[in-house]
């Protein structure tokens, strides 16, 4: 079973365009987290919400909006999409946001902006 | 949270202990000291994580200096598997945010 998983893995899409990754979590956790790792491969997180309530919004341009529909789910919708929005993206969860618990991450989604 | 600072890269010879060091030299005493790393163009994996004493699990052990001021991870027998970038994360233990921040972290290579 995988604890985290993401749709789709790889997107390839025009500039422009709108496009959405889903996130799932199998693990009953209660906080889920999107990061960013671009080209560099820095990684850096974008949000972070705990039982479906946005905890982190990291100066993130307003084209991007993440959706929480329940706790297991953190979906993230890109509209107008823009060649620097070409990246990985991981989706992560954790038990808790406080505390020292691990994060989960799943396995990734590859977005390409053509 | 405090700043980590690491080698950018490592060799290591399969089969041997794979040492990684650490500095978190502004490291305050409510700050835990991760680690996670990431084989190439997956996510990251939680290794292990400690305070003050030093830890181990089934994948590794954490050494913490007694000013913890650094601190290092220790793979017992590396394996070619364990080629991948490792990064030493310093964290709030009270944050209610649960962020990782993420440096450029060290690759490690583990060679036949």
């Known amino acids: 079973d995988t604890a985290v998983s993401q749709t789709p893995k790889y997107l390839v899409t025009q500039m422009g365009n709108d496009k959405s990754i889903k996130c799932e979590q199998n693990l009953g956790h209660d906080t889920m987290y999107w990061y960013k790792q671009d080209s560099k491969k820095f990684l850096k997180i974008m949000f972070s919400?705990?039982?479906?309530?946005?905890?982190i919004n990291e100066t993130v341009p307003n084209r991007f909006s993440p959706k929480s529909p329940d706790k297991a789910h953190l979906n993230l919708h890109i509209n107008s999409l823009e060649l620097g929005d070409s990246a990985v993206y991981f989706c992560?969860?954790?038990?808790?946001?406080?505390?020292?618990?691990?994060?989960?991450f799943g396995p990734g989604t590859r977005l390409t902006v053509t | 949270d405090a700043k980590t600072t690491q080698p950018p890269s490592m060799d290591c010879a399969e089969g041997r202990a794979a040492n990684l060091p650490c500095n978190h030299s502004t490291i305050s005493g409510n700050e835990y000291v991760y680690w996670y790393r990431q084989i190439h163009s997956q996510g990251p994996q939680y290794i292990i994580h400690g305070l003050k004493n030093n830890e181990t699990n089934e994948m590794a052990s954490l050494i913490i200096t007694e000013d913890r001021k650094s601190s290092t991870l220790i793979l017992p027998h590396a394996t070619l598997r364990d080629t991948a970038v490792y990064y030493c994360?310093?964290?709030?233990?009270?944050?209610?945010?649960?962020?990782?921040?993420f440096g450029q972290g060290t690759t490690l290579q583990v060679k036949p």
């Open positions: 919400y705990n039982n479906k309530e946005l905890i």
């Open positions: 994360i310093v964290r709030v233990r009270s944050s209610n945010t649960g962020k990782l921040i």
């Open positions: 992560a969860s954790s038990q808790e946001a406080g505390g020292a618990y691990e994060q989960y």
